[in-house]
Structures are given as structure tokens and as C-alpha cells.
């Protein structure tokens, strides 16, 4: 399969280069620029990305271009500046920073890389480097009013560099360049789809499980379901799901997601383990022993179930490509903030294969996949939900009552954006128990109860987030619906918290 490597310096655009040549239905991989894949002859070009460094900072990241010449390079920002940089051009800090807009005042059209590009086509740079001078045999192809090597393509190979993002939505005509790169220079045949993926994915899991027997650990959420429809169409009755009801899940889920997989012909398992669960969590406040304490009893509760079935040789998990990104990070932005057990949390003695089918997709891609499945639409359009459920969202420690408190407001809340029209719109939403009591009057009598915030984000994967601006009249209704039916709850608070610098859950 036509592949693009896109070489990572750790700028935050990365994922999004991916996700923009995805789209455009060529098959990428992001690597970190110090530890590079062995090129196989299915590498059709190269990208480089981006960074928070300078060329001129003395640990800037300083990428081996052995393939330059060789094979097409599209270098972005940092990319353009480090081949200035290393081949004997002059990058120096820009007097002028250009952040932002800014706008294509020339363009030259006899470049492949810029066809059909228009002139006065808004562009977004976000660099303090500018490049002065280029070496000989580069070629300026296009400017913007501040900065002439906006752009420039190496003569004699197929090497093409800008110093702007394509990537970004801010870039109006930046998918043309992508397209431009990945058709008429790399030649690539736009093939990667999700029918073709899906086709691809079955054969290739069909030769490696054989007769082999599968279990996977299913949640409720896209992408261990999607896993399992995958795995249903490679070895039936062979895929052996497991269900655990941890208690911490929203109000009536397990029994109706229970319901739902039958209906798919899903081979499953469900097992009621919620007091484990609460037993294991009882006194603890700090969420990263909560969050600890849940993925240990998961994998106590999961192994216990699996060791039933005879003969099992592989562990089927829903991991996908943000997390296999981001548990192997260079140096670069994505730190770990909150622990999140999706990846590699599986204890040895278990000593089964593990099988991945999503690895390699993002969430958006996983859903189209999960389309043509025909995954139903109301596994297939549900929030991103955490793994610890519940646990996090009740800040503090953990009960069975605060557990079905919360399970009664956040059914209201869910309930009420999906009434209205809103639930497609937001992209999470959830709500907060906080361990905050407040003084409030209902009839003649003064009230001492919990205080809850409702939290609903617009995002496109989780890394960053908005608050949605949810209309007054929609919170008033969800505020007097929550305080006149949820016994324990006197007063509700709406978060209008960005991430960053805010986190989307409270804990
Ligand atoms: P944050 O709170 O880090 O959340 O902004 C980003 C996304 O990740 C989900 N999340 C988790 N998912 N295990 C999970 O499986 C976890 O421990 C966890 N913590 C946060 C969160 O719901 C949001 O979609």
C-alpha cells in the first residue's frame, strides 16, 4: 500500500498533517524524526513536520535526510527551515514574526506543488524564523508580503517546502497543496478508503488468527464495538467478547448496550462486577489511584473471565493510532497528563498475542469504518466516554449513592441535548459530581446539598476542546429538571473551561 511517512519534530500540527492526507485517501504514518521506519518500497514520499524549535536552538532536532533526492519530501515550517538550514542556506529570527494570517501575493504556477493555488489565497504561518537566503539550486514558489521564501522547491529533485501550514483550517487552499504533493509529485493513486481498509483488514486478520480463538474486552464505545464487528467478519464465533459491568457505567447502559451487541451477532459475555469495583475504590480520593485501582480490577475481572474460555491465544484490543502515538512521544508536546489505561496495560501471565486491528486509525476514520460495518448509529454517534467512567466524574471518593446520583443527572442532561437536537453538536458532554455542598431553599425548607456542573465540549479528538455555548434556555430547562428530580442535588454550575488550559473530565 502507498505509503507517506511524515517524520515528527513535535509540533502540535503533526496529527493533523496525518488526518489532512487521510482524508484526501493516502495512507500515512507519523514517526519520530530520530527513530524512522526502514523504508520499504511502499514509502511514495516523505513529510517533514513541524517543531517548537528553532533551526538555531543548539538541541534542535536534527533529522537524517538520507531519502532527500531520493524520494519526494514536502517539508512544512521547521522542515522548510532545516533543509535551508543544512544545506548552507541562512535561517535567522524574523523581524517581523509571522503568526497567523497572512496572504499568497505571488505564486509561481508552472510548480506542480502550487497548482490551481490562487493568488491573495490566505495562508497560516505560525513561525519566528525566517529564512534569508537559500542555497543555489532552490527556487522560490510563492511569497507572501512579508516574507519572500514563503516557499521553494529544490531543482532537480522532488523536493517541495513551506514555510506556512497546509495543514490548518486557516489555510483556505492547503488540502490543494496536500493533494498537489501526494498526486503529482508522489503519484499517488487516493486508494485508501474505509471499504478498501475494511476489505484489507479482514483478509490480513483472517491469515494471521486462522482457527485461532480471540478475546476482546468490549466497553460500549466505537471503537472496541468497531474492533469486534472486524474481528465478527474475520473468525465469528471464534471472537469472544467480554462485557464488564463495573459500575461506575451511565443510568441502564450495560443492560441496553448489552442488547444492542446480541442484535449484532456479537459472541458476549456480560459480567456484573460492580461491587468489586466499588469495594476496590472505597476511600480512595486521589484520581490517579482511582483511576489505578479500576484498571487492576478490570484486568483481575477481565482475566478471571478469559481463563473460562479454552485454548484462547489472542487478546483483541480497540487501540487506536492517537494512543500508539502518543505512548512512544519524542520529546515533543504530548506528555502524559492523566494516565490512561487503553495501552499496554495487559499483565504477563496472561501471555496471549495481542491483535489490534484499529492501530492504525484515527477516531474519525474509525466511526466511517463502523459505518460500513453498519454498526448502528446509536453505538456509532455516542460520545467518547473515559474507560473509568463514572469514577473520575465524581471528584473525591467513590460511592454506590454519589454513583446513582450521578447516573440520574447525567441521564437528564443526555437525555435533554439528544430531546433537543444538540447531542450530534456537541462532541462529549457529561457531568461533574463535585465534593461541594451548598446551602440552598426549596419550599419553606433550607437545603444542604451536592453541587453538580455540566460540562460539554466541541472538539475534533480530545487534544484540545471548546466549551459549547449551549443555549440559556436549554441549561435553565436542564438546571430545574436536575434539582427538581434528583433528590441531593440543590444547585447546578455550567463549565466554560477551554482545554488547555483546562483538561475535558475534572479529574
Ligand atoms: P482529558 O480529560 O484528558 O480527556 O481532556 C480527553 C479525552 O480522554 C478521555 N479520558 C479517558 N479515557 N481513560 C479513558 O479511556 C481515562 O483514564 C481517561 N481520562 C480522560 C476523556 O473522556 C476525553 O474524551
New binding site residues.
Given amino acids: 500500500m502507498q505509503t507517506i511517512i511524515i517524520l515528527d519534530h513535535g509540533s502540535q500540527y503533526t496529527q493533523l498533517i496525518a488526518r489532512k492526507i487521510r482524508e484526501l485517501n493516502v495512507y500515512c504514518e507519523i514517526h519520530p524524526f530520530n527513530n524512522p521506519p526502514a523504508f520499504d518500497k511502499d514509502v511514495v514520499g516523505v513529510v517533514l513536520s513541524g517543531s517548537p524549535y528553532s533551526v538555531r536552538d543548539n538541541d534542535a532536532p536534527q533529522p537524517d535526510l538520507w531519502f532527500k533526492g531520493k524520494i519526494p519530501v514536502l517539508g512544512i515550517c521547521y522542515g522548510a527551515q532545516y533543509m535551508v538550514n543544512a544545506f548552507g542556506g541562512k535561517v535567522e529570527q524574523s523581524n517581523i514574526r509571522e503568526y497567523g494570517r497572512a496572504v499568497l501575493t505571488s505564486i509561481d504556477d508552472t510548480c506542480k506543488l502550487m497548482k490551481g493555488i490562487t493568488l491573495g489565497s490566505q495562508v497560516w504561518a505560525s513561525h519566528g524564523d525566517t529564512i534569508e537566503s537559500m542555497p543555489a539550486n532552490y527556487k522560490i514558489i510563492c511569497s507572501t508580503a512579508t516574507v519572500k521564501n514563503a516557499g521553494y522547491h529544490i531543482e532537480g529533485e522532488d523536493t517541495y517546502a513551506i514555510q506556512f501550514h497546509p495543514e490548518v483550517h486557516h489555510s483556505v487552499e492547503g488540502k490543494q497543496i496536500l493533494q498537489n504533493f501526494l498526486v503529482d509529485v508522489c503519484g499517488c493513486k487516493q486508494d485508501w478508503t474505509s471499504d478498501n481498509f475494511v476489505t484489507a483488514t479482514v483478509k490480513d486478520l483472517k491469515a494471521k488468527l486462522g482457527n485461532d480463538k480471540v478475546v476482546l474486552g468490549l466497553s460500549g464505545g466505537v471503537d472496541s464495538s468497531v474492533a469486534a464487528m472486524l474481528l465478527n467478519e474475520a473468525v465469528g464465533k471464534n471472537l469472544n467478547c467480554i462485557f464488564v459491568d463495573n459500575g461506575l457505567l451511565r443510568k441502564n447502559e450495560f443492560a441496553s448496550v448489552m442488547e444492542s451487541y446480541k442484535g449484532m451477532g456479537l459472541n458476549v459475555t456480560g459480567v456484573d462486577a460492580s461491587q468489586m469495583f466499588y469495594a476496590a475504590l472505597e476511600g480512595l480520593k486521589d484520581p490517579e489511584q482511582k ?1 489505578k485501582a479500576i484498571g487492576k480490577t478490570f484486568i483481575e475481572v477481565f482475566d478471571r473471565q478469559a481463563t473460562k474460555i479454552k485454548d484462547v491465544k489472542w487478546l483483541a484490543q480497540g487501540t487506536i493510532y492517537p494512543d500508539v502515538i502518543e505512548s512512544c512521544s519524542v520529546k515533543g508536546p504530548s506528555a502524559t ?6 495501552v499496554g496495560g495487559l499483565p504477563d501471565y496472561m501471555k496471549l498475542q495481542i491483535v489490534e486491528p484499529l492501530r492504525a486509525l484515527f477516531k474519525d476514520e474509525v466511526r466511517r469504518v463502523g459505518k460500513v460495518l453498519g454498526l448502528k448509529e446509536e453505538l456509532l454517534s455516542r460520545h ?5 467512567g463514572l469514577a ?1 466524574r465524581i471528584l473525591s471518593d467513590v460511592t454506590q449513592e454519589k454513583v446513582r446520583i450521578l447516573q440520574e443527572v447525567d441521564s437528564i442532561f443526555i437525555e435533554g441535548l439528544k430531546r433537543e437536537g444538540l447531542y450530534n453538536k456537541v462532541w ?1 458532554a ?1 457531568v461533574m459530581l463535585l465534593p461541594v455542598q451548598s446551602v440552598g431553599v426549596m419550599g419553606d425548607e433550607r437545603t444542604y446539598e451536592n453541587v453538580v456542573a455540566l460540562r460539554a465540549v466541541e472538539s475534533v479528538d ?1 487534544m484540545t ?1 471548546d466549551w459549547s455555548h449551549l443555549p440559556y434556555d436549554f441549561l435553565a430547562d436542564m438546571s430545574n429538571n436536575i434539582i427538581n428530580n434528583v433528590k441531593g442535588v440543590n444547585r447546578v454550575c455550567y463549565d466554560i473551561s477551554s ?1 488547555p488550559p483546562a ?3 475534572w479529574e
Avoid: D, L, V, Y
Avoid at 467518547?384 to 473509568?388: I, K, L, N, R, T
Fill in positions: 483511576r497528563i492523566k494516565s490512561h489505561h487503553n467518547p466516554f473515559p474507560g473509568p473520575i462529549q457529561g480530545g476542546a482545554k483538561t475535558i473530565e
